[in-house]
């Protein structure tokens, strides 16, 4: 059984820098507990291709892990239960009465061993406010309204086609009419390539097909890529392709599953994955994982949490990742909404102090799709998160080459705020409410602009080679030395004239 998650939970260091959870030495002995051991991360460099990234970070798992690996294979009261490479891991099951954990110092990579927490689905707010003076029959909700993704399909004609988004949650309805999940074989009931399910131990289940183990999962996969069979569209981005990693139930999911459903949207191409679940406090072991999906070339979209001003959770206060928080139809900021000041002291990397969330989309009353082919508003930072997920298809559908770094830059640089919200970016906007339309707009504008400067210095180029030329004509006409030259030529000239004006007149 995993542990319970410890929020917040400080780290204790021994004289060779092994950093052990404080909640581990609190086990009684012979107890059998799963136990995370961290081991250093690769050293990839900047300019290294997304394809490079993910072979180094593979390659310098199964280095540095192979002498523990071992030593579990020879030792009867330690077991592997599962290898990471997106951040560099095993999930041992150990006796505690059996092994000491300082005894895992004698492996020089060995950084830190923590607990297998979990993490949750936000619980839901207490608020279920109803859209006022909605329309009695939309052609969209009034959150893929309020993000401007309708005029997004219109005006660039980009609907996510070619995109694929990862939902990692609680798992979805496959067969309801809105949605349509990706697969690589359409005859195979498990759909490979569009669906994966993780135990708790982050070992996928073999033969699992697509269900949804409460309903978060299938909203929010309908708000990405859902359609509009009910006469509402309900998906920003309903041409995208769609994957879903079931990795948590209503009651949460643990770290491992986390893990192994992040390696698996990378193994499946994901573009972004979209996760709107979390561990309330801060939690420095997401870290690693986002940012190595970052450098990946995977956008990472997280909800911040349902627990109000001055809060947030992991992995969305992870600086790598795209955090979300969640707005009414007004432009407010829900009450539930989360967001803090995050300092540097409280984290392995980033800056020395930042804000979560980065932007707010539409989180109230958001009606999608639900299991058995219906349709419910739910509220949350949840619901929120895929309006940016979906978003962001629409950019990369676009433009393909985008990095997260750019998707991220563009969104927040063209977000929007109520004209009485601060300017700065602050704990309860962040940058401000996503804005499908105005990003794209940017987008196509970056992209045109290095185009027609590639033009115009291509035309100033040919304009001073003919400057150039003609430059060279005149000095080598005006020189001694070039006066006997063009002489010459005309002469030549003259000659072929005349042996060309003979042959005409035989």
């Given amino acids: 059984m995993p542990i319970v998650a410890n929020q917040n939970a400080d780290l204790v260091s021994s004289d060779d820098d092994l950093e052990i959870d404080d909640s581990l030495r609190d086990l009684e002995d012979s107890e059998t507990v799963e136990l995370v051991v961290r081991f250093e991360e690769a050293t990839v460099p900047e300019d290294a291709s997304d394809d490079e990234v993910e072979y180094r970070l593979e390659e310098h798992a199964a280095k540095t892990q192979a002498p523990l690996l071992d030593y ?9 239960e599962e290898e990471f490479w997106v951040t560099n891991a095993v999930l041992l099951e150990v006796e505690t009465d059996r092994v000491d954990l300082e005894a895992f110092e004698r492996f020089d990579a060995i950084e830190a061993i923590h607990e297998n927490f979990e993490l949750s689905v936000p619980p839901e707010p207490d608020e279920r406010d ?11 909700t009034w959150g893929v309204e309020a993000v401007n993704a309708p005029t997004v399909w219109e005006e660039h004609d980009a609907r996510g086609d070619g995109v694929r988004v990862a939902v990692l949650d609680t798992g979805v309805d496959a067969d309801h009419p809105d949605i349509e999940l990706h697969t690589d074989d359409p005859t195979d009931p498990t759909y490979p390539g569009g669906w994966a399910e993780f135990n708790e131990s982050g070992d996928r ?13 299938t909203h929010v996969s309908a708000t990405v890529a859902g359609g509009n069979q009910s006469g509402t569209a309900i998906g920003v981005a309903p041409e995208a392709e769609l994957l879903h990693g079931l990795v948590l139930d209503e009651e949460g999911g643990t770290f491992a599953q986390i893990i192994a459903g992040m390696e698996w949207a990378l193994e499946e191409e994901a573009d972004v994955i979209s996760m709107s679940f979390g561990a309330t406090g801060r939690h420095h072991q997401l870290t690693d994982p986002v940012r190595n999906a970052e450098e990946s070339g995977v956008a990472v979209v997280a909800a911040i949490g349902n627990e109000g001003e001055d809060t947030s959770g992991s992995p969305a206060n992870v600086y790598n990742s795209i955090s979300v928080g969640a707005v009414g139809p007004d432009g407010t900021v829900a009450s539930f909404s989360g967001g803090e000041r995050l300092e540097r002291t409280e984290w392995e990397t980033g800056p020395e102090t930042y804000v979560a969330p980065d932007v707010v989309a539409p989180g109230v009353a958001i009606d999608s799709a639900v299991p058995g082919g219906g349709y419910e508003p739910f509220p949350g930072t949840s619901m929120a998160t895929p309006h940016v997920a979906g978003t962001i298809a629409l950019l990369l559908e676009i433009e393909p080459d985008t990095t997260p770094s750019d998707v991220s830059r563009i969104l927040t640089e063209t977000a929007w705020k109520p004209a009485d919200a601060p300017d700065e970016k602050d704990t309860r906007y962040g940058y401000g409410i996503v804005d499908a339309d105005a990003a794209a707009t940017q987008l ?16 100033d180029d040919h304009s001073t080679d003919d400057v150039e030329a003609e430059s060279w004509l005149e000095s080598m006409s005006t020189s001694p030395i070039g006066e006997v030259i063009v002489l010459t030529v005309a002469a030549v000239l003259l000659g072929l004239f005349v042996v060309v004006a003979r042959n005409i007149d035989t």
């Fill in 72 to 80: 579990a294979t020879e030792t009867a009261w330690i077991s592997v």
């Fill in 130 to 140: 109803d859209v006022a003076d909605e329309d009695d029959d939309p052609s969209a």
């Fill in 205 to 217: 289940v073999v033969g699992s097909t697509p269900y949804d183990s409460g309903a978060h999962g």
């Fill in 444 to 459: 196509v504008d970056e992209r045109v602009e290095p185009e027609e400067v590639a033009s115009t210095q291509a035309s």
